[in-house]
């Protein structure tokens, strides 16, 4: 039996064909065979071994995964550093005269370094507890994977190969020269201005990193605003907060081609029907990951992928072959590490218990942007609501008008909460502010136990902190259904 393949309207469909069988020789064993050592593929393998399975790993390297070696981490340990420079240059607005930072540039990227290559040495250990197979993978059946001329045998598989960037397909682009994020967070020295492609959250976190360090940065995006998959309210709110700081976001541009004129890279774009360039000395390509499925054979496995939407998968983690799972970025549902870790986790218990767990993204879509003011987003956006049919009610509340905000000077944003109007269940709550990606853990543990906003409001909140500010919305939302639950007053 061998599997061929036809076009459907989700990518390609496997179908099976009557073929003589090859005879294929393992050179070894096990229950559960993972391939990718990320985050999703390493969280599958410590659940699989503690269910007592016998478990390899195969990954192509360099060991250590994504979040760590090129995205989450690196990334969020040059955001500090804009971060701190930022805080230098407005320290005046608390009394502290500090004049323009200077930033050491190498000394930056040597203490990225050294920070990752901990992450990095402490992960690659726990990896390294594993029979780990090194090479890319491809299936030679659905059974046998092949790795630098081994063949592992296995009855269940996890594929755990991640996301890559997005090819580029603006004409002139590679001619040109540009980089992404991987490029982005290797850089030499700061650029000396920068154009970014695309106003996503790589795009817009790094983005604000060159800025505070000094770089003329613009943001060319194709949307209204940045982070456009976000309500109006949070991604116009942050993109305003981009302009006020100096950093253009040029919205509604389609960018149809770059050239190179004068050692100048020229980024050739349309905005509302006038024709515009944008000349800098560097392009940053941000527009997006797809899965990373190249030279895997998975129609070998009789697993069906899209190459833009990523392999495809139930709740379960299954994709068309039950005993094949795919978890993290290369199913291209979430690309988020607790995603990753949380479909790993499933993807395992179900794979060595032949089990039915079904995953819930209901909470565990929530996702942060490391900008500043950072963005945090639990349970339903607004949007999702009203494509849901959902009725729901809202209130927001402002920062600067937030006692500790003012004290400590950081009043940009507000936070939005969104409950029922039958009980006041919370369906949502959105933050674009100070610390939003430590601030809406209060609200994620609250949705997580089912909460309605009068239970939120009776939740102890120290004071003053920035945390207690999430209680002005769920307070005005239980007002409005105490009030509407009020029986009119007699006629006189
Ligand atoms: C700049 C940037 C910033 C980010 N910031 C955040 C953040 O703040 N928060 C957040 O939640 N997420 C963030 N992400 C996303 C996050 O990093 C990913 O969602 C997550 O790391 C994906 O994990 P994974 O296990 O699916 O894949 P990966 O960690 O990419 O692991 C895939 C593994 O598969 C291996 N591999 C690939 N092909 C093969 C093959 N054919 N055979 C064998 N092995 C193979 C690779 O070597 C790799 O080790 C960021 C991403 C980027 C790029």
Not at 111 to 118: D, H, L, P, V
Request: net charge negative.
């Amino acid at each position: 039996m061998s599997i061929d393949w036809e076009q459907s309207p989700t990518g390609h469909t496997p179908k099976l064909s009557r073929e003589p069988a090859t005879i294929i020789t393992p050179t070894h064993t096990y229950d559960l065979v993972i391939i990718g050592a990320g985050s999703g593929g390493y969280a599958a393998a410590r659940t699989a071994r503690d269910l007592g399975a016998s478990v390899a790993l195969v990954d192509a390297g360099p060991l250590g995964g994504l979040c760590i070696l090129r995205g989450c981490m690196p990334s969020k340990t040059l955001i500090a550093t804009g971060d701190a420079a930022h805080q230098i240059r407005h320290a005046h607005d608390l009394g502290v005269n500090a004049g323009e930072p200077v930033v050491d540039f190498p000394a930056v990227m040597e203490r990225k370094r050294e920070t990752i290559a901990g992450f990095a040495d402490y992960r690659i250990a726990g990896i390294e507890t594993f029979p780990v197979y090194s090479g890319a993978a491809r299936f030679l059946s659905q059974n046998d994977v092949e790795v630098g001329g081994d063949i592992l045998r296995s009855r269940r598989f996890v594929i755990a190969t991640g996301s890559i960037v997005a090819p580029a397909v603006v004409p002139g682009l590679i001619e040109a020269g540009y980089f992404d994020s991987d490029g982005a967070l290797e850089l030499a020295e700061p650029p000396k201005s920068l154009v970014v492609l695309g106003g996503g959250y790589i795009g817009s976190e790094l983005s604000q990193f060159f800025a505070r360090i000094g770089v003329p940065v613009t943001i060319l995006l194709r949307s209204r605003h940045l982070l456009s998959g976000e309500d109006e309210d949070i991604g116009l709110g942050l993109t305003e907060y981009f302009r006020a700081e100096g950093i253009p976001v040029e919205t509604r541009a389609l960018v149809h081609r770059v050239s190179v004129e004068d050692g100048m890279k020229v980024v050739h774009y349309t905005q509302d029907g006038v024709e515009k360039t944008h000349r800098a000395h560097e392009i940053f390509y941000a527009l997006g990951r797809v899965p990373n499925i190249a030279g895997l054979d998975l129609e070998k496995a009789g697993v069906a992928a899209h190459p833009i939407l990523g392999i495809e998968v139930d709740d379960t983690m299954r994709t068309t072959n039950p005993n094949v799972f795919a978890v993290g970025d290369v199913n291209g549902k979430y690309l988020l590490v607790h995603v990753a870790i949380q479909q790993g986790e499933v993807a395992a218990r179900n794979a060595i218990n032949d089990g039915d767990e079904r995953i819930d993204y209901s909470l565990s879509k929530t996702h942060t942007v490391f900008t500043d003011p950072q963005v945090a987003i639990v349970g339903d956006t607004e949007k999702e609501l009203i494509a849901k049919n959902i009725p729901f009610l809202k209130a927001s509340y402002p920062f600067n008008d937030h006692g500790k905000a003012i004290a400590i000077g950081r009043t940009q944003g507000f936070v939005k909460m969104l409950a029922s109007p039958e009980d006041g269940k919370i369906l949502g709550t959105a933050i674009l502010g100070p610390e939003a990606s430590d601030l809406i853990h209060s609200a994620i543990v609250a949705m997580s136990f089912g909460a309605t906003v009068f239970e939120y409001m009776k939740i102890p909140h120290l004071h003053p902190t920035l945390a207690e500010i999430l209680t002005y919305p769920a307070e005005e939302i239980a007002e409005l259904i105490t009030i509407a639950r009020r029986p009119l007053a007699a006629a006189p």
